[in-house]
Structures are given as structure tokens and as C-alpha cells.
């Protein structure tokens, strides 16, 4: 057997969303342990490989090689490629600084020939994406989408996303819609009507240590069998949606003549065996891997707000090397920056209806409860959850905010003062 070294123990953090939606919805979709080590028992360090955790932050290196590499020398060798795989953890903001490197790099070097694709969007949402890029779409009508289809504080991806708009670079949605999602990780992919089966990308099902490394993140969680074949099977569907949706937009008149750069949690990418082998399969092109990694933050040691589960998974030997090219770097979470109202909102018939207000929140102490309806905010109509949301994130602290309320039939104002996130 090929010897290749891979990380020992894998560490995942989940949003409380239930298995079956650990990926999609993660803040940390993969990152490695401190053990790394061969298809056997050897530990790494008695190779001339490099393990993972002994890479000083900022260092590049070429993982089958083991040899350091500059940032002009890693552009050479991505430009190379036709699809080039960036990995991520979601929340870590110098992942995206990697990210927007790569990024404009090969935009300098392969001016309009360069096109994105990124998980966070579903395919479903590809018109409205192509007239934000065209300057057709407006800041709002932007972010109701990027929330609808992914969910995380636009803060965190707005440098990336500022560059690809203000270069006009094509932005692809991969990733499959959230309906078929739910549809698969309450029933599988086995009890699908015929007519739900027609939504499905070409699954294959075959590669072992995908398998592998698939089981050894769920039984972190622990639920039984039956469980985890929806999960694999919903997994499945992400990563060979992404992998379709990739092949056919090179394959298409529109990117053709583009090299196209993947953005994704860094398990769909890890090792190959997600979106990159799916693609080949597809579309025979060079493609190249590159992933930030970080060391696992302690929790009294990390930097922003505890986003969700954390969690140890023992993964078995995987004779495949964790990515073509590996750049360490610091774990970094931005702290939220938007001001706070403190409510929870659904929608309702007129505005929206107050179904919680934290305690100790501008909310609280503004009088609002429980069972209110928000018709409007500054004399805007609110229509839905997003068009408060919105309005809100447009202060700063220290403006105030005027809400208009329904309760007992009577319709009243109430003034907030907004302050510094806490």
C-alpha cells in the first residue's frame, strides 16, 4: 500500500441542527488533529513529511512532497489546474483571507477567464445570482438570498464576496436545494417516489473510505444505524450536487474557456473523495486541492462567540493524502458587529409575530412581549423575519429605532436605542 499521511483524529463543530444537517449547516466542517500519520503505524515524524500541527502559521506546504512552497510558487502549480478546491472552515475568517488570496491571484493572472463556485448558494438560486453579478440585484434582495440559502453572518465571507462582485466574476450556486435536502435526511434516498428521484445527480456510492471517514464523524453523535444511512445518503447528495453543478458549468458554452475555484467546507473537499473525485468523474480536468488548516482552538482559547457542538471522531487509515497543498494559518472568528433587537420573530398574517424576547434585551427593556406584532420599523412595512432583520442591521450603536406595533388590536409605537454587541 502507498504510503500517505492523514490525520488521526478529525474535529467537527456543529450548529445544533441534528446529524443529518451537521455539514451543511457546520461551523468547522473539517479540521484535522494534532496526530498525523501513515497508511500503517509509522507516525509521521519519522518520514520527511511534514505532520500538520508542526507547520508554522503561514507556512505553505506541498503535502506530497513535503516541501515549502511561496505564495507565487502555489499560484503556479493552482494555475495549472482547471478546478481548483479551496476548503474552509466556515467560520474562521483567515480561511477566506486564503480564499480571496487565491482568488484574485488568478484573476491577475487569467483575467476573465475566472469563475467561482461556491456551496453556500443552491443551484435553485443561480438566476438571482447571475443578476447580482450583473448589477441587477440589490443589496437587500442579495442578502435575503445568502440567508435563505446558507444562513451564517454575511460578515464573515463580505471581503470575498465584495471582490467577486466588483469583478464581475461568475458566481455559481453548487449545492442542492434545501427542500431535497430535508426530503432525503428524513426518508433517504431508498424511499424517494419515483418523481423525487428525477431531482437527483448520478450518485455513486462505491468509494470505501468515504464511507469511512463518513461513519467515524456520525458516531460522534451516536444515533443508530438507519440514522446513519440517511446521513450518508444526504452527504452524498451535497457532495455530488456540488460535483454536477461544477462539471456542467465547465462543460457549458458560459465556462467553457473558465478555470473555476470550488469554495466549500473543507470535508467536501478533504482527501478527494467528495466533490473533486465526483467531478472527475464527470469531467476529466486537472484540479488541485488546497486547504487552510488550523489547529483546533481550545474552547477557553477561542476567539468570537461558541458557535456550536464540538466534537473528537477516531478516523480509520485513509490511504489518501489530505489535500494537494496545505496552508497553516491562525483560528480566527470575528465577533458579530450588527446590533441587536433581542426578539424572535415568525412570519404572520400582518408583520411579523413576537415569539420570544431575550431577557435583559433593548427589546425587554422597550416593553415589547411575547405575541406582538411588528408591522413596521422606521415607517418601513415589515413583511417577513428578513425585512426586520435587515432594518435592524443598518443601525449602529447608539441610533434609535421606531417599531410599530400591533397588540389587543391597537396599533402603538415603540422607541429602542440600539447599543454595542455584547
Known amino acids: 500500500m502507498s504510503e500517505a499521511f ?17 455539514c451543511q449547516g457546520s461551523t468547522r466542517a473539517l479540521a484535522p488533529g494534532k496526530t498525523l500519520r501513515t497508511s500503517g503505524d509509522s507516525p509521521a515524524s519519522e518520514s ?9 502559521e503561514g507556512t505553505i506546504i506541498d503535502l506530497p512532497t513535503g516541501i515549502e512552497l511561496d505564495g507565487v510558487r502555489l499560484m503556479e502549480h493552482l494555475a495549472a489546474a482547471r478546478i481548483i478546491y479551496v ?14 488570496a ?10 476573465g477567464r475566472i469563475a467561482v463556485g461556491m456551496e ?47 469583478q464581475k466574476i461568475p458566481l455559481i450556486g453548487l449545492n442542492a436545494s434545501k427542500e431535497m435536502v430535508r426530503i432525503i435526511s428524513e426518508k433517504g434516498i431508498a424511499g ?36 446513519f444511512e440517511r446521513f450518508f445518503d444526504t452527504m452524498l447528495l451535497w457532495d455530488e450536487t456540488m460535483a454536477q453543478s461544477a462539471s456542467q458549468y465547465l462543460l457549458s458554452p458560459a465556462g467553457r474557456d473558465r478555470k473555476l475555484i470550488v469554495f466549500t467546507g473543507g470535508f467536501h473537499v478533504a482527501f478527494g473523495f467528495g466533490v473533486p473525485r465526483r467531478s472527475f468523474r464527470r469531467l476529466r480536468e486537472p484540479y488541485r486541492i488546497l486547504l487552510p488548516y488550523s489547529k483546533a482552538p481550545a474552547p477557553d482559547t477561542a476567539t468570537g462567540p461558541a458557535l456550536g457542538l464540538q466534537m473528537e471522531a477516531e478516523v480509520p487509515d485513509i490511504p489518501l493524502y489530505y489535500a494537494d497543498f496545505v496552508w ?35 427589546a425587554e427593556q422597550g416593553g415589547l412581549r411575547t405575541g406582538d406584532r411588528v408591522i ?32 389587543d388590536g391597537k396599533e402603538f409605537r415603540v422607541q429602542v436605542r440600539f447599543r454595542a454587541p455584547q
Open 376 to 407: 413596521a420599523f422606521d415607517g418601513a412595512p415589515i413583511q417577513d423575519p428578513f425585512d426586520l432583520t435587515y432594518a435592524v442591521q443598518k443601525k449602529i450603536p447608539g441610533e434609535e429605532g421606531s417599531l410599530t406595533l400591533l397588540r
Open 102 to 111: 487565491v482568488l484574485k491571484a488568478l484573476e491577475e493572472r487569467f483575467p
Open 328 to 362: 497553516a494559518v491562525p483560528y480566527r472568528v470575528a465577533a458579530s458587529a450588527h446590533v441587536r433587537l433581542g426578539v424572535r420573530v415568525e412570519p404572520g398574517p400582518k408583520g411579523v409575530v413576537i415569539t420570544g424576547v431575550t431577557p435583559g434585551s433593548i
Open 192 to 227: 424517494l417516489n419515483e418523481s423525487e428521484k428525477k431531482g437527483l445527480p448520478e450518485i455513486d456510492r462505491s468509494d470505501p473510505y468515504y464511507r469511512k471517514a463518513l461513519r467515524a464523524l456520525f458516531e460522534g453523535h451516536g444515533p443508530g444505524t438507519d440514522e
Open 120 to 166: 453556500m448558494f443552491s443551484r435553485t438560486s443561480q438566476e438571482k445570482l447571475d443578476e447580482w453579478i450583473a448589477g441587477q440585484l440589490d443589496e437587500k434582495a442579495f442578502l435575503r438570498l445568502w440567508y435563505r440559502d446558507w444562513g451564517m453572518d454575511e460578515q464573515i465571507y463580505h471581503d470575498l464576496l465584495s471582490y467577486i462582485h466588483e
Open 87 to 100: 476548503g474552509e472552515v466556515h467560520d474562521n475568517l483567515e480561511d477566506h483571507r486564503v480564499q480571496l
Open 6 to 22: 492523514v490525520p488521526r483524529r478529525l474535529l467537527f463543530l456543529f450548529f445544533m441542527l441534528g446529524a443529518l444537517q451537521a
Open 48 to 56: 520527511p513529511y511534514v505532520p500538520l500541527d508542526e507547520i508554522k
